[in-house]
């Protein structure tokens, strides 16, 4: 009987390799999964958004990998030499610095080509913002959009969010803690009073939600100067009620 097994102590390399796309803590490091502890130290090489931050995770769980940086500014360039790393058969983490990769990052950019490449893409799922802060909010989670990181200037922002006027979903959005205030009082001006959550430094120390409305949120962190992370997740259109007139004239 002719047994088939693979060959796992053989040192030669598969035609192509593969891009692990792997999460990491937003914070919390005791969220990183035991898989994508395995993964990182069993890859030849992982790209990371900041190489120095990278490089403390790595250093706290003991893992030795090279690292090489993949971030908005070089992601063209490095592009490529990640693909030719990975057509050699090196496997390949790419990490942001928090959280999962690809989400308001260039990650994506490199799935793309891997995929172009029929290179493997395995995903090692963990940490997200996003579905953190939408599982603490107490709104709707049936149905959401996230938008990531609005205009910096409120002129492009009101734009993008008159947008979204109409939408029922349930929104989430990045934003600085420096334009956090500006940003409220767009949301309140062009989208309502509606409710919504402000998140900030999740998984950390000094994580909070606020919940509230708004201008309650608008008038509450203008007193305060927040640092760290903010997501936000605002509740979407509600449908609009019958007027009194057309309510009344169906009653007989």
Do not use: C, W
């Amino acid at each position: 009987m002719m047994v088939l097994e693979r060959k796992e102590s053989s040192t030669l390399k598969p035609d192509k390799g593969t891009l692990y796309i792997v999460s990491t803590p937003i914070g919390n490091l005791e969220d990183i999964t035991l898989r994508a502890l395995r993964v990182l130290k069993e890859v030849d090489l992982i790209a990371a958004e900041d190489t120095r931050h990278t490089g403390l995770l790595l250093k706290h769980f003991g893992i030795q990998k090279p690292l090489t940086s993949y971030f908005e500014g070089n992601e063209l360039k490095k592009k490529e030499f990640i693909l030719a790393r990975l057509k050699q058969g090196d496997r390949i983490a790419l990490v942001s610095d928090a959280g999962t990769p690809g989400i308001s990052d260039p990650g994506f950019r490199l799935v793309q080509a891997a995929i172009k490449n029929e290179i493997p893409i395995v995903p090692v799922p963990g940490p997200s913002a996003v579905i953190a802060a939408l599982s603490v909010s107490g709104l709707a989670t049936d149905a959401f959009l996230f938008k990531g990181f609005l205009p910096h200037r409120s002129k492009k922002r009101r734009e993008l969010l008159k947008g979204l006027q109409d939408a029922k979903e349930t929104l989430i959005l990045y934003e600085s803690p420096h334009r956090i205030t500006e940003t409220l009082k767009d949301i309140l001006d062009v989208l309502g009073d509606r409710e919504i959550v402000l998140t900030r430094e999740l998984t950390k120390v000094y994580e909070e939600i606020i919940r509230g409305k708004v201008s309650e949120i608008e008038s509450q962190i203008a007193r305060r100067k927040l640092k760290g992370e903010i997501t936000l997740v605002i509740s979407g259109k509600t449908r609009e009620r019958k007027n009194a007139k057309s309510q009344s004239s169906n009653v007989k």
